[in-house]
């Protein structure tokens, strides 16, 4: 078929328009091939919040929620690269705050990760304090700002007088969560560790819509339950022994013996087991994670894996 | 290639220096002599490092805005003024003309950087009175700031190829401060799943990636550049480019030239 | 009425009436310069709802090899649209054309072809002699003789002494005078030119007219567009009219301009208009110490009468020949057919309104 010249060069033109867009993406993947790691980013350019203010020219707001946005996909890239390293993570929300310090999930974002220790988060309870201090100086009408504060003080600091008057101050304003009344009670009390904690993570759970705290909120809680089941256990077999005189050799024992109905079991389906000195064992401890009894003596608490990648 | 194209690009270059572009070579010098003697006097030791950081970086941001600014005008000054008619009415093919341009641009931008080049050089010896080994990657960066200037042209002129001068400057610009950002955008895409992950990834791969040609602050402190990566970079430069500007030909062949 | 004014479109034909060849004896194939076979071309316009505006409607025209062409209308009758389209600046709707016998694509045309854009504007940094330079190499005029070709057109077009300066500092004339200087740069056989007089002085119309019959003399073909009619008579073999982008009629000038009204036109010395010259049905008018006066041819007898009665003294009698001017202005009446589009678009307009509402 003849062509006319307009046309030669048109597909011409095309060909290598497909051409060049083929090589050019090869090429860029092979160079992302040859990366040792993924990029993560690691550079925090402007590290001074005020600065930061001054430079936005007033579009505070947008900057806020880019920096928010940057913090949590860095907080998911570090923990999905299992570094364990979370340095930037606060001062990126200290900048998101002071650019925007109405923007909440920060805040909730930074008292659930800042303060345990890594890998689970940056290990910077101090950081935590300072941020929800700052938080309800500028928001003091948010409940879940006092909630976090006294949820650090009892978790990290283990300070239940500082925790008890947050979970007070929290408690009496218009707007609330039920619990928080409850919660200053039990602080002022120290009674029922087991309960306080399991309140703390159930009003956790129930207060946020961020799914990664959400999903935190409920390992913490299955490891309660194992805790509580374990303590329990370890128990009956020590009442076992007092009325029999000995250790009894496996769950049936217990179970003849009038102190258990069934085969006990974790939260996970997993058959708790007996151990040959009376002691309590998960079956699996790597899928509890933050369980502190019914591990293998001298295992240190099994942490959550890696978020699963892509592939 | 054929002797239009290298008429067109001749001219193209007389015409930008006879526009006085290379003007912004005496604001260059100015920058950077006075950076060289002020940190020669207050800082110990960083002397090197910022001469090296600050001329690279205004290497690359003059040529930026001269590519954009220039490379926008290219297309449309001509149809406004009518000076394309004169020329298309000659044995003149559109794609000539388009590559033609490009050429004339490049070349400018590369004459100007070479200036530059030799500004940053003189600027390193009076800092540090000798050169040294490590000298040599910061020609490998300006090589690459070169091959960012190529993309950033053929950009303005696939832009100036359908939309007004305004859009096609914000369009381009807007590319460039993405593309700059394209390595976090690629890691982002790779954390990113279903739908939304297809979508980031396609774009992240679209985008030019500029982020690969900045190696400014590596060489600043005189780390080597991989050889493989002046590779890749010199054929992805060349690819995306070519892909531009082919793209901007089909666009400008079709074009009415009211 | 217009079909006696069209012309077959054969590409080649032998034509025995015009220019006999002394080679071939009484018939010659002419070769058609251009041939434009229905040409139409209509532009999208509207901001929300785009519709097609029809620039120029279904062309069809030949120009022959060696002729100067005349393409009249008042500005906007789509006489640029017509060139554009032949320069492949713009793309027809519709149809195609041919110049020299090759599509308008085909990049052989280009070299053997000028053109001169309306009110010309070029690269503002460049000298008259660069900028033929570079339009010397993009038309391919070999390096060897270039220079030489260039000062030459310089030369032409009168701008020897300006050369060596930079075009920003031309004026509107000097540009025109480049502007002619690089259409007939390369040689080419076919030249156009948008509207070549406007903006020059007198000086420079004569200059121009006389380059255009020293074109034609050098056997070129000269394609030009114009809305001055007495550069058209002056210059054209023939004129085509078009109107509202609709071709309103093709002609040879003399065939034009060599038929009669059937009336004279008298001058002589008078102070004031006989009495009696109203009475043979003339109209007169008084210019200074004579008297102008058209009348029917067959009472030219009884006027030569009246005037040695009265002892005026004659100046001159001829016959009043049709003008150019007249088969123009009798050409732009609106036809049918436009009467139509425009109760069509009147209605339509309405429509739109009722609908709005």
């Not at chain 1, 920060?106 to 303060?115: D, R, V």
């Not at chain 2, 950081?53 to 290219?74: D, K, P, Q, R, Y």
């Not at chain 3, 150019?324 to 009467?339: A, G, N």
Request: proline share 5%; glycine share 8%; aromatic share 10%.
């Amino acid at each position: 078929m003849k062509m006319s010249a307009t046309g030669r060069v048109n597909l011409a033109a095309l060909a290598v328009l497909f051409f060049s867009l083929a090589g050019a993406m090869t090429t860029l993947y092979a160079m992302d091939r040859t990366r040792r790691e993924p990029v993560a980013q690691d550079e925090l350019y402007i590290s001074s919040p005020r600065v930061l203010r001054r430079m936005s020219l007033g579009y505070t707001g947008l900057l806020a929620d880019i920096y928010w946005t940057r913090a949590v996909q860095y907080f998911g890239v570090q923990h999905h690269s299992g570094s364990g390293d979370f340095r930037l993570l606060a001062p990126l929300l200290e900048v998101t705050t002071e650019l925007d310090p109405k923007l909440l999930p920060a805040y909730e974002f930074g008292a659930n990760f800042l303060a345990p220790k890594p890998p689970s988060g940056a290990g910077l309870p101090g950081a935590a304090l300072s941020l929800m201090k700052y938080g309800i100086e500028h928001n003091p009408d948010q409940w879940r700002l006092y909630y976090n504060l006294g949820f650090l003080y009892y978790t990290e600091f283990k300070d239940y007088a500082k925790a008890a008057e947050v979970f007070k101050q929290g408690a009496a304003l218009p707007v609330t969560n039920e619990f928080m009344p409850i919660l200053a009670a039990r602080m002022a009390q120290h009674a029922g560790e087991f309960d306080t904690a399991r309140m703390l993570w159930v009003t956790t759970y129930q207060s946020t819509k961020e799914p990664r705290i959400r999903q935190n909120a409920v390992e913490h809680l299955l490891a309660l339950q194992v805790d509580e089941e374990v303590k329990q256990l370890e128990h009956v077999v020590e009442r076992y022994r007092q009325q029999t005189g000995r250790l009894p050799e496996n769950m049936g024992d217990l179970e003849r013996a009038g102190f258990i109905h069934g085969t006990p079991a974790d939260p996970k389906g997993n058959a708790y087991q007996l151990m040959s000195d009376g002691r309590i064992e998960v079956q699996n401890p790597k899928i509890l994670y933050f369980i502190t009894k019914g591990l293998p003596p001298g295992a240190s608490p099994p942490q959550p894996p890696r978020e699963k990648s892509g592939s | 290639m054929n002797s239009r194209v290298g008429y067109i690009a001749f001219n193209t270059f007389r015409e930008a220096v006879r526009d006085r572009v290379l003007y912004n070579l005496i604001a260059f010098a100015l920058l950077l002599s006075g950076a060289a003697i002020l940190v020669g006097e207050i800082s110990i030791d960083i002397e090197r490092l910022v001469v090296v950081n600050l001329g690279l970086t205004a290497v690359s941001l003059f040529g930026v805005i001269i590519a954009i600014f220039i490379g926008i005008g290219l297309v449309s000054k001509e149809i406004e003024k009518r000076t394309l008619y004169t020329v298309l009415s000659r044995p003149v093919r559109r794609w000539e003309f388009v590559v033609g341009k490009f050429f004339g641009l490049t070349g400018t931008l590369v004459v100007n950087t070479v200036c530059m080049a030799l500004g940053v050089f003189l600027a390193l010896l009076y800092v540090s009175h000798k050169f040294e080994k490590m000298d040599q990657w910061v020609l490998v960066a300006l090589y690459f700031i070169v091959l960012q200037f190529f993309i950033v042209c053929a950009l303005a002129l696939f832009f100036s190829s359908f939309s007004t001068p305004l859009m096609s400057a914000v369009f381009t610009f807007a590319l460039f401060v993405i593309g700059s950002l394209a390595e976090d955008l690629r890691g982002f895409a790779r954390i990113t799943h279903g739908l939304g992950g297809w979508l980031a990834t396609g774009i992240a791969y679209l985008v030019p990636n500029f982020s690969a040609l900045n190696v400014i602050s590596q060489v600043a402190h005189g780390d080597p550049v991989a050889g493989r990566l002046i590779l890749y970079n010199t054929a992805y430069a060349l690819l995306y480019s070519a892909m531009a500007i082919s793209g901007a030909v089909l666009i400008f062949q079709r074009r009415n030239l009211k | 009425m217009e079909s006696e004014n069209w012309k077959p479109n054969f590409t080649i034909r032998f034509n025995s009436t015009q220019t006999p060849s002394k080679e071939l004896g009484s018939s010659r194939i002419i070769m058609a310069a251009i041939e434009i076979l229905d040409l139409e071309k209509s532009y999208l316009v509207g901001f929300w709802r785009k519709r097609p505006k029809l620039a120029l409607r279904p062309l069809r025209l030949t120009v022959e090899e060696g002729e100067v062409f005349g393409f009249l209308g008042p500005n906007g009758a789509g006489k640029t649209t017509t060139l554009k389209l032949l320069m492949g600046l713009v793309f027809p709707t519709a149809g195609t054309a041919r110049i020299l016998g090759k599509e308008l694509d085909d990049p052989a045309v280009k070299s053997q072809i000028g053109f001169l854009p309306e009110q010309p504007y070029f690269y503002d940094h460049l000298t008259a002699r660069e900028l033929l330079n570079y339009y010397g190499q993009l038309s391919g005029v070999p390096a060897k003789g270039r220079a030489a070709r260039v000062e030459q057109m310089l030369e032409r077009v009168g701008l020897s002494g300006s050369a060596s300066v930079q075009l920003r500092k031309f004026s509107k004339g000097m540009l025109q005078r480049v502007g002619l200087a690089q259409a007939i740069l390369h040689d080419p056989k076919l030249v156009f030119l948008d509207e070549p007089m406007s903006g020059l002085d007198p000086m420079g119309r004569r200059e121009v007219r006389d380059l255009i019959q020293q074109l034609r003399s050098e056997g070129k073909t000269v394609f030009f567009s114009t809305h001055i009619l007495s550069d058209a008579e002056a210059l054209c073999d023939r004129v085509a009219v078009i109107h509202q982008g609709e071709l309103r009629g093709v002609g040879a000038v003399a065939d034009l301009t060599s038929g009669t009204q059937g009336k004279i036109e008298i001058i002589f010395y008078a102070a004031k208009v006989p009495a009696g010259l109203t009475a043979l049905g003339a109209v007169a008018r008084i210019s200074g110490d004579m008297v102008n006066a058209v009348l029917p041819e067959e009472q030219q007898d009884a006027a030569l009468e009246l005037l040695r009665r009265e002892r005026l003294k004659l100046i001159s009698l001829a016959p009043v020949r049709n003008s150019l001017e007249e088969y123009y202005i009798q050409r732009l009446q609106p036809t049918d057919v436009e009467k139509e589009d425009e109760e069509d678009e009147a209605r339509n307009e309405e429509n739109r309104k009722g609908v709005g509402v």
